[in-house]
């Protein structure tokens, strides 16, 4: 079989992995390169060979570095199908129409200032691409084999996010392939451990922390006492969160703390963010795949008033009574959370907590870096609120938890590749599957083409 590699080896975004095999061209996720605009500029490059020559998509998982970039190969000519898991089919729509919205503000923003080298500058996509590729996802079940042409293909639920899977691909003998997808953590609030997998001849493993251990600590506990603390002296708890899969975490890690005596229960709390909103419907109707009781899954949200238009949104900024906000966007790059920080962020007496990941540059990762100001729509807001990042939110499985995942082979892979990683990271683990394991193992060039 051969592989092409064409996102997310040399950065955490971008996943796309060419998979000739069977007689089958199959891509492996199609996302969205984000982050720093070198990575960003990828995402207008032609696919490097003709979409309509790829005979099928498989999505490993929703996420938009992950599923993003499939209205622009539709639009280009892919004419085959996308599988995966119902969950994922579900999520990756609510994903993707956010995605194009983000697309075509960024074109009118770049038309209004006129920023952009094109005039008029176009969206990356619009929201008709991504209804066209919305329509091309093909629901298959999880641990049940569908063919592609003569490929046997299976998805194995992960952990992550509601409905990610790993992703074999298998034809005949020794020519099993498998892609890891991103593997969520052993001790997740929402998500069951990874399944583990028994075999494969050629592996494709995630790196995102493969460099690090994520700190042992009691995220719970964390946040219980902020939230004590702050509303004993009369403040707010402000909790920028991404609106799927940690939104539903931080209300899981709340009802506990409530139901417990940690918080008081007539403290409000509130979720502004109809993103967060629908995902929130969408894990409460898959409460299956979760790792919650029906009777936790039923009572998410109680307690909770979900904010529903923006005039609501504009009423709670304006109120000055002690509560709990969550809302996106999860690094403070946009949406409502916006409006909550600029109305929380100069009184002493709130507190801005960080539930998640927020990359350089961002306005979440100088906030909690300590900046004294942050400009908000085009003034700077002071910031006497004390801020916190709580770090035992992510969603991924640490180095330590990408190595055990691994010693689920019955037998090494005859080739292992490292990809979805920072460089740091994507080596880091290399050597140890090197050192620990013995296994052949590399981390792939950007855009190279292996044959195994
Ligand atoms: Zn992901």
Redesign the pocket.
């Known amino acids: 079989m051969e592989i092409s590699f064409l996102g997310a080896v040399d950065t955490v975004t971008g996943?796309r992995h060419l998979v000739h095999i069977g007689g089958q061209r199959i891509l492996l996720d199609c996302g969205l390169f984000q982050g720093f605009k070198t990575y960003r500029t990828r995402n207008w490059l032609p696919f490097p060979i003709p979409p309509k020559d790829i005979d099928a998509v498989v999505l490993?998982?929703?996420?938009v570095?992950?599923s993003g970039w499939l209205p622009v190969l539709v639009r280009e000519g892919f004419a085959g199908r996308i599988y995966c898991s119902a969950a994922t089919r579900e999520l990756t729509e609510v994903l993707l129409l956010d995605s194009a919205h983000l697309q075509e503000e960024d074109a009118r923003r770049a038309n209004r200032f006129g920023y952009s080298r094109h005039t008029p500058a176009l969206p990356l996509y619009t929201t008709a691409d991504a209804k066209r590729a919305i329509k091309r996802l093909e629901v298959v079940g999880t641990n049940e084999p569908f063919m592609i042409g003569h490929v046997h293909a299976t998805l194995t639920p992960v952990g992550?996010?509601l409905g990610?899977c790993a992703v074999t691909l298998a034809t005949g003998h020794h020519q099993t392939l498998v892609f890891s997808?991103?593997l969520g953590r052993d001790n997740d609030l929402l998500m069951p451990p990874p399944q583990r997998i028994a075999h494969a001849d050629v592996l494709l493993i995630e790196s995102?922390y493969g460099d690090r251990r994520h700190p042992v600590v009691d995220v719970g506990a964390q946040l219980g006492e902020i939230i004590r603390n702050t509303s004993s002296r009369g403040g707010t708890v402000l909790l920028p969160s991404f609106a799927v899969?940690r939104a539903q975490a931080l209300l899981v890690c709340l009802q506990r703390l409530r139901a417990s005596g940690a918080i008081p229960d007539t403290l409000p709390m509130y979720l502004d963010s109809p993103m967060a909103a629908t995902a929130t419907t969408l894990y409460r109707q898959h409460r299956r795949l979760l790792r919650l009781s029906p009777y936790e899954a039923e009572h998410l949200c109680d307690g909770v008033t979900v904010i529903e238009n923006a005039q609501q949104s504009e009423e709670l900024t304006r109120s000055r009574y002690p509560s709990i906000i969550i809302s996106a966007s999860g690094m403070a790059t946009g949406g409502r959370v916006l409006h909550h920080l600029r109305a929380l962020a100069p009184d002493p007496r709130n507190h801005i907590v960080f539930p998640g990941f927020q990359v350089p540059g961002t306005r979440g990762a100088k906030l909690i870096e300590g900046a004294p100001d942050v400009k908000i729509f085009g003034t700077h807001v002071p910031v006497k609120a004390r801020v916190s990042h709580l770090e035992g939110f992510s969603?991924?499985a640490d180095a330590d938890e990408l190595m055990n995942w691994l010693k689920g082979f019955e037998k090494p892979p005859r080739q292992t590749f490292v990809v979805h990683g920072d460089p740091a990271a994507s080596d880091a683990l290399r050597l140890r599957i090197a050192e620990e394991l013995d296994w052949n193992v590399l981390v792939p060039e950007h855009r190279s083409t292996m044959t195994v």
């Not at 490993?60 to 996420?63: C, E, F, G, N, V």
């Open positions: 996943s490993s998982h929703a996420h570095d992950h992550h996010l990610a997808g991103d995102t899969g969603g991924h």
